[in-house]
């Protein structure tokens, strides 16, 4: 019998049975495909040995003047700055209260060892903290007490009282007892929230005449971040919270600067410092009388390195007293927008926010009224342009707000060609910059539709896409359902609970947009789902991934893992995100279909794979070919094994690298009138591409095997 070349439709289809998507594919793992071919995806590569705190949920990229590329890194319990592959903590200040005197205490009884690393269980006594468990505080001007340091960031782990809660410190005490002594004082942190939406069910766990009966159930959020560089700072704000600042010229890391005692007081610093600039001076000793540890002051007289500092912008020099005179430190937190000079009538709660390409405009989204303390979830205000602080619209100010009418709040917004794309729960709204008076008006471009999340939109090639509650949608000057072929397979087994976790985001080099989501049975991240937009294609997988960025100042797309760190994807075909690389385990499967016509038998006894292992590291590069045969496409598959065969072909080119690319023929023993057949692969090294197999079949009657 002549060869049968066997050429499979691109794409992976769920949606009908495996016999009705004959001449298709019907299973995939971490396998895509190029030009209507099936190839494994490329690996991943942490960035560095170092790692956050928290799952990350928002990653945004830009360079500053030093042509410094920073990434910003928003978690569940604090806000990152990556840059030369370290985390630097910039999670803005909350409180900041001054302790009363011996504001600790040691007991030697408490004394834990945890992972072979000694602690001492700490007592802080502060009446007025509004300390909460799992979040963070940080102590300056705190001493050694008893044996262990207490300058520095702590887990607050439990509250014995509602003066008092307790932390874990790195050392063994050595004594019992209290001390401290003053001017300690302690900055709480932006409180952190769960790593995943967790549902709440029982007697008043949700609002009233939710559920049945006296058994209601809400669910507590998890932390979502929008942030935007405006020019070489950033901006960046929790969901449902306030909006902050980071000053890119004061660095990422504290910076030492030099106070003297004057009237008024002087500080010195090893950077250009602006007047007006928000500053806030940290200590691990005390400040000169007239300043406190964790205000906000304004640097005044500048002539460069040397400024006074003022209570307000512009405001009277501080004259300060004491003998505190010397080196001490900046803070580079990052801190209220609405701290900055001249700031007027800023959003005080938010969904999100973004910064527009035109005119470059600041938008809150689901915000505060202007002059108002009340919320309107389907609110959109925006500062002046060219400006994050001046929010008050005016005659003379292109600041201003709009109010969204179909839906109930605003889910999120995205930058597109010439427009801002803002989605309700119900509807997508356009807005264009078109000038004074009316600035940014609102059209309806988009009804009765649905988003699952914050992050679950993103754009690519013109065209914004984004996963709905039941579908997917693409908007390309006018909103359509996109057509996919695992809409089923997708969302009957998706955790609708967490469908704020779903992330989206682009990999423009292989023309494909990545949702990742929860199965049905997990609170994590643990599926994706891809789009090819260029051959209008899907395909899926395994992958656990709780953000994702494809940015042109990244020489890769990164993503952020559950083992706290950044990697780079499409880097070498292995897994590499701990350090010590790991085989990825990719596969393809075919749907079934008919050898021969499918009314005979046929007998399958030679391959000719048509597999490529180009580019593969590993010296003996293999797959393995795993063929199922079916008597009929109802009966199940048959193992070959029982009827003398073989339905499994490993597939190998043994060489020395850079591996030969084309294989050669292999032997079976299968039997069958309709067939599957499966690519996997499982070593360390190898990448390959199949082709086009061909098939050496011959006719084996009409009856099955008795």
């Known amino acids: 019998m002549p060869l049968k070349k066997i050429t499979l439709k691109p794409g992976v289809n769920r949606e009908n049975t495996r016999y009705t998507n004959e001449n298709g594919w019907y299973d995939s793992e971490k396998v895509r495909f190029r030009q209507g071919t099936p190839e494994k995806i490329g690996g ?78 700490v007592t802080v006594t502060d009446a007025t903290s509004g300390a909460l468990v799992n979040n963070y505080v940080n102590f300056y001007n705190a ?37 401290g002594g003053a001017g300690v004082y302690a900055f709480y942190e932006l409180s952190t929230t769960p790593d995943s939406v967790v549902p709440q069910i029982g007697w008043g766990a949700g609002g009233w005449g939710l559920g049945t009966w006296g058994l209601s159930t809400s669910a507590l959020p998890m932390r979502l971040w929008s942030q935007f560089n405006f020019g070489e700072d950033l901006v960046f704000a929790p969901s449902d919270g306030k909006i902050y600042y980071w000053d890119a010229s004061l660095g990422y890391t504290p910076t030492e600067v030099t106070v003297t005692i004057a009237s008024p007081c002087v500080v010195t610093f090893s950077t250009t410092i602006p007047d007006n600039t928000a500053l806030r001076l940290l200590t691990t000793g005390a400040l000169p009388t007239g300043l406190v540890p964790g205000t906000i002051y304004y640097a005044v ?17 501080i004259i300060t007293t004491g003998t505190q005179s010397g080196t001490h430190y900046l803070s580079v937190r990052g801190i209220l927008l609405s701290s900055l000079a001249n700031a007027t009538d800023v959003p ?49 100010s292109d600041a201003g707000f709009v109010q969204l009418s179909r839906g109930s709040k605003i889910i ?82 998706i955790n609708t609970q967490q469908y704020a976790q779903v992330y989206a985001g682009t990999n423009e080099g292989f023309n494909e947009i990545w949702w990742f989501y929860c199965s049905a049975d997990s609170t994590q991240n643990n599926r994706y789902v891809v789009y090819n937009y260029t051959e209008d294609i899907w395909y899926y997988g395994n992958m656990a991934r709780t953000a994702w960025l494809d940015n042109g100042l990244l020489t890769s797309p990164t993503a952020a893992t559950y083992v706290n760190n950044l990697v780079n994807h499409e880097v070498g075909y292995d897994d590499d995100a701990t350090g ?47 063929f199922y045969p079916l008597v009929n496409s109802g009966t199940g598959y048959t193992d070959p094994a029982s009827v003398g065969g073989s339905n499994y072909a490993a597939i190998t080119r043994t060489t020395t690298v ?49």
């Open 44 to 121: 991943w590569v942490r960035t560095s040995a170092n790692s956050f705190l928290g799952y990350c949920r928002s990653l945004w990229a830009w360079a500053i003047l030093t042509t410094e590329v920073l990434i910003g890194v928003g978690t569940n319990t604090k806000f990152y700055i990556s840059g030369g592959g370290a985390y630097y903590d910039i999670t803005p200040y909350e409180t900041v209260n001054a302790l009363g005197a011996n504001p600790f205490a040691t007991n030697t009884a408490t004394n834990t060892t945890i992972s072979s690393v000694a602690y001492t269980v």
């Open 143 to 179: 001493p050694t007490l008893n044996g262990v340091l207490l300058t520095g960031s702590f887990l607050i782990t439990t509250l014995p009282t509602g003066s008092t809660y307790t932390i874990l410190v790195p050392g063994t005490a050595t004594s019992t007892g209290s001390g």
């Open 580 to 626: 010590t690389p790991v085989a990825i385990e990719a596969s393809i499967t075919s749907a079934e279909f008919d050898i021969e016509d499918g009314h005979n038998f046929a007998f399958v006894t030679r391959i000719l794979p048509d597999v490529t292992f180009n580019n593969s590291t590993a010296a003996s590069p293999a797959i393995t070919m795993t």
């Open 301 to 317: 007289n500048s002539t460069g390195t040397t400024c006074n500092l003022a209570a307000t912008a512009g405001g009277t020099p």
């Open 348 to 396: 005080i709660k938010q969904t999100c926010i973004t910064v527009s390409d035109a005119n470059r405009f600041m938008f809150a989204l689901g915000c505060t009224e202007f002059g108002s303390t009340v919320f309107n979830p389907m609110l959109v205000r925006w500062a002046k342009g060219e400006s994050i602080t001046d929010w008050t619209p005016s005659s003379t």
């Open 658 to 706: 850079p591996v030969e690319e084309f294989t050669g023929q292999v032997f079976v023993r299968v039997r069958g009138r309709q067939l599957a057949y499966k690519v996997s692969s499982t070593a360390l090294g190898v990448a390959w591409q199949l082709g086009s197999p061909r098939f050496d079949l011959r006719s084996d009657g009409r009856r099955g095997n008795s």
């Open 412 to 493: 999120t917004a995205a930058q597109a060609r010439q427009e801002l794309l803002v989605w309700t729960d119900s509807s997508l709204y356009s807005l264009q910059y078109v000038g004074y008076p009316n600035q940014w008006p609102a059209q309806l471009v988009g009804d009765n539709i649905s988003i699952v999340g914050q992050n679950a939109a993103t754009y690519a090639s013109g065209v914004s896409y984004w996963m709905g509650v039941d579908k997917f949608y693409k908007y390309d000057g006018r909103t359509q359902s996109l057509r996919c072929d695992l809409l089923r397979y997708i969302f009957s087994d």
